[in-house]
């Protein structure tokens, strides 16, 4: 099993450029996440998935959008990319039962963006 | 908003001694989580501990909740090299997802 898979690793972008970071899982999660982490901040949700063709808002969705058409593979776009959105992403999976409690949460290695 | 704050914000040690991290929350949670990250990587689950639960082990980890304080500590016992890393606490104020905090590096020296 690979597990979470993020692409690409790095990117260089120019303010105003479009792209889309690919996160695929093998585990059959239900579940997956966006985060973004920059210095001093923690990892922060950008957006979430319950489910193939859901998608919610996390704390700092602006700039963003997603989209999981496929149970395995959440996207994260960027339409306009701004200097702010210099992070390193990451994507998230987890099983959930439907309870009342959280299930660990599997994450990739991780995408470092810079936007000039 | 950040839900977890983890405190000390760095630890620095020496080999073989203990590491203890707290971490600090604002409202009520179902569970806890704690995650490592090694420098440039993912983040790894430690542990979960829920809320009906004091204290939890796994190998050198414990980690206690005090539900009436809002706190939990990460203790890392027998500290190696291998262990520098930064430890997060992670909370699920918005269930599905998870609430993490800023963070604590911990340096861990031979």
């Known amino acids: 099993n690979a597990g979470v898979t993020q692409t690409p690793k790095f990117r260089v972008l120019k303010t105003g450029q479009s792209m889309t970071l690919l996160c695929a899982q093998d585990?059959?999660?239900?579940?997956m996440y966006w985060y973004r982490q920059d210095p001093g901040m923690g990892l922060r949700l950008i957006h979430y998935?319950?489910?193939?063709?859901?998608?919610a808002k996390g704390e700092v969705p602006d700039g963003y959008n997603v989209s999981r058409l496929k149970k395995q593979n959440f996207l994260l776009g960027l339409e306009s990319a701004a200097p702010s959105q210099t992070s390193v992403y990451f994507c998230a999976s987890s099983y959930e039962d439907g309870g009342p409690f959280t299930d660990t949460q599997y994450f990739g290695p991780g995408t470092r963006l810079t936007v000039l | 908003s950040q839900q977890g704050e983890e405190d000390p914000q760095a630890l620095s040690i020496q080999e073989g001694e203990n590491a203890t991290m707290n971490c600090s929350y604002k409202t009520s949670i179902n569970n806890l989580q704690w995650y490592r990250q090694n420098s440039g990587r993912g983040l790894v689950h430690l542990i979960l501990i829920r809320s009906n639960e004091r204290e939890k082990h796994s190998g050198r980890l414990r980690v206690t909740l005090d539900t009436s304080k809002k706190s939990s500590s990460l203790l890392i016992t027998a500290s190696r090299a291998a262990d520098t890393a930064s430890y997060f606490c992670a909370t699920d104020e918005r269930r599905p997802a998870l609430i993490f905090g800023k963070g604590t590096t911990l340096s861990v020296s031979s």
């Open positions: 998935s319950v489910g193939e063709g859901t998608t």
């Open positions: 585990m059959n999660h239900e579940y």
